[in-house]
């Protein structure tokens, strides 16, 4: 909304002063209100746009929006005043409108291709969303199979991912193809062929000059007609005494220092002062104490003083510089207030004071409608100028030319009035887009108080030949389509690259995390860490290897590693009670040979090297061989944790035929399991 607002009020520039003029009937003070709005709706604009792009960056960054509780405030502050803007525009100046409109006639074309610029730009992100969500909705349909419980429900986002998708690739699609082939279905003035152009519109100076002298005056006049002015335009009402006089508004405060002599009277208006009054007031230093325009230039101390002694000037010293200067004359007469003496016939006084002024009357365009009958019967000579009347009446009244607003002309029969052979003059136009507009669609005069900017414009603005803008559309809606393309291939090619590398890194950690928990079992089964410990370099053939935790001075009264070279007897008679349970675990044969020393040191190394080697460790141990085994589950402890277990050494026989079977099979890899 505040772009609207802003862009609408860029495009009413030319009424400024209209505007701000308005302003000051009601409020009777002078300020540039038309710059304090546009200033006002600049910064909405910005402020706006800056938090829409902060925004996108930080949801582009994948950032959540929490917006601030006073943002909030000026973000409805901001819809609040562009909606009151708009409604006002709306309701009470509808005509600015009609302005915004014809500025489209004239930036259309160019409007069109930076549009097509622009869609380029924002087909990045869009590409960028478009992709992401339909590898998203590949993923969701592709995990569906093996999740059939939630199938439903995975629909249901599937479903909404469409509808994201369609949310921001349609409209983006549609308004991308409207631009394409948008130059098919508007129409530009300025769009034609050269030899078609025709001649540069004439100037009339609207109140003489009126940025570079005060209006309506002497001053004014002589300017203007020293920046080239085709004519002059004034404004005319008739004093109390019947004296015809120079005057835009119908009172006196805003233009003369009628406040310093007569303050009351201020308010009072223009026609029911006498002209001996009217003569002694000064019309020239309001205009060096408050500059008009906004974008006038600074005047020259010359200027400044001229400026400052400048008087209210009458009908007739105009007619005489007119005619001196063989400048054309136009102006609108004004009808002078109830209980004066000229209510009803001011038109015949005007038009005496002209014949007398012995001005060329072809000099004069009169304007005035009221008692036209009279004028032309009185002077013939006179050009009449109608209003925006219809042709019938035009060409009844035998009137070849009009004067109009230039907002109503391009909307109520322009190519009627061309056709009819009607002179047309457009006021007020201060712009150059307006003028280059007026001069594409061959009108023949403007009024505008910018006439030392005008008179500079030797072509028309914005002006291109049909073949020219064919070629820099077919290329632009060309080469963008091609960006466009390759952007939106770029993003489906990133995100199938990032895809196959996010799977392979999945694979990647999934072997690796099986390779973890196969050394992390094998580990366990086997009970040893993969650092040996330094006992294992000791020889296992000794008291002290087989006996660690025993201390060095009892060792030596237990048996040594002989025993263990002779397989224990099998015994026939019945087991005692207490090592019944340990008899019931052993294999019922266990065929053992002798080691010798290399082979036990292998024997011990061996599960310590292997557990270093590969992830699918396997104990190479020497194979025993047994009838029947009836161990389902072996563990081995390790020397260092010994100490946990409960392990008795009795010196009598029996038990160290126990011991004997316990220890060969903890060299074998296997540990009796318990009861």
């Known amino acids: 909304m505040s772009v609207v607002l802003l862009f609408v009020w860029i495009e009413t520039s030319n009424e400024y002063f209209d505007f701000d003029w308005v302003i000051f009937l009601g409020t009777r003070y002078w300020f540039f209100w038309s710059l304090l709005l546009l200033s006002l709706f600049g910064i909405l604009t910005a402020y706006s746009s800056l938090l829409l792009v902060l925004g996108f960056l930080l949801i582009w960054k994948g950032n959540e929006l929490y917006l601030h509780c006073y943002h909030k405030i000026l973000t409805l502050l901001v819809i609040l005043i562009c909606t009151c803007f708009l409604l006002i525009l709306c309701i009470y100046w509808k005509e600015k409108w009609l302005t915004v409109g014809l500025s489209l006639k004239v930036f259309a074309p160019y409007m069109h291709l930076s549009s097509i610029t622009v869609m380029v730009i924002v087909s990045w992100p869009v ?30 986002i599937l479903t ?5 998708q369609v949310a921001i690739g349609l409209p983006f699609f549609l308004i991308l193809l409207c631009l394409y082939v948008l130059p098919l279905g508007f129409y530009s003035p300025c769009i034609q062929e050269k030899d078609k152009l025709g001649p540069k519109p004439d100037i009339f100076g609207h109140k003489g000059a009126p ?5 309506n005056t002497m001053m004014s006049f002589e300017k203007a007609v020293e920046n080239g002015a085709f004519g002059l335009e004034s404004n005319i009402y008739l004093s109390y005494d019947e004296v015809p006089f120079l005057m835009h508004d119908n009172n006196l405060r805003r233009t003369t220092n009628i406040r310093e002599v007569m303050p009351n009277a201020s308010f009072r208006h223009s026609s029911l002062f006498t002209w001996n009054f009217l003569s002694t007031l000064n019309a020239g230093k309001w205009f060096v104490q408050f500059k008009p325009f906004y974008n006038m230039k600074p005047l020259s101390e010359a200027d400044k003083e001229k400026a400052r002694n400048q008087m209210i000037p009458k009908l007739s010293d105009l007619l005489e510089f007119a ?14 207030p109830p209980k004066h003496p000229l209510r009803k016939t001011f038109v015949r006084r005007v038009v005496s004071v002209i014949l007398d002024s012995q001005i060329e009357q072809h000099l004069i365009y009169w304007l005035t409608a009221f008692d036209r ?33 230039y907002k109503k002309l391009f909307y109520n029969g322009l ?14 136009v201060n712009e150059p887009w307006l003028y280059s507009l007026a001069w594409c669609s061959r009108i023949h005069s403007v009024t505008t108080d910018n006439i030392q900017l005008l008179r500079q414009i030797n072509h028309p603005y914005f002006f291109m030949t049909p073949s020219h803008y064919m070629l820099m559309w077919f290329l632009l809606d060309g080469v963008s389509a091609v960006f466009i393309v390759s952007i939106f291939y770029f993003h489906w090619w990133k995100e199938n690259k990032e895809n196959v590398s996010e799977s ?34 000791d020889s296992p053939w000794t008291r002290k290897a087989i006996y660690p935790r025993l201390p060095n001075s009892s060792i030596s009264n237990y048996p040594g590693p002989r025993q263990f070279l002779v397989a224990p007897k099998k015994i026939d ?71 946990q277990s409960t392990f008795t050494v009795e010196p009598f026989p029996r038990n160290r035929v126990s011991t004997t079977s316990d220890m060969s099979l903890s060299s074998s890899g296997f540990s009796p399991k318990k009861n």
């Open 323 to 336: 005619q001196k200067e063989k400048k054309f004359v136009i102006f609108d007469l004004n009808i002078p």
């Open 127 to 156: 590409a960028f969303y478009l992709i992401h969500l339909e590898q998203e909705v590949r993923i969701r349909r592709y995990k569906m199979t093996w999740f059939k419980r939630e199938r439903i429900k995975r629909f249901n």
């Open 573 to 643: 008679s019945k087991p005692e009670p207490d090592n019944e349970p340990l008899k019931s675990m052993m294999p019922a044969k266990v065929d053992v040979r002798q080691l010798t020393p290399s082979e036990a040191s292998e024997l011990i190394l061996a599960p310590t090297r292997e557990a270093t080697r590969e992830p699918t460790l396997q104990t190479a141990l020497p194979a025993l061989t047994a009838n029947e085994p009836t161990i389902s589950s072996i563990e081995v402890l390790h020397p260092e944790t010994q100490h």
């Open 373 to 405: 009958m009279y004028v032309k019967k009185k002077a013939p000579g006179f050009q009449q100028v109608g209003r925006l009347y219809s042709i019938e009446r035009l060409t009844k009244e035998n009137i070849s030319k009009i004067n109009v607003d």
């Open 211 to 215: 940025m570079l002298g005060p209006e």
């Open 415 to 428: 190519r009627d009035y061309k056709a009819a052979n009607i002179n047309i003059n457009l006021y007020i």
């Open 504 to 537: 392979s890194s999945s694979h990647t950690d999934t072997d690796s995390i099986n390779l973890e928990k196969g050394k992390s079992d094998h580990q366990k089964a086997s009970n040893l860490s993969i650092k040996p410990p330094s006992r294992v370099l």
């Open 160 to 164: 909404k991912l469409r509808a994201v």
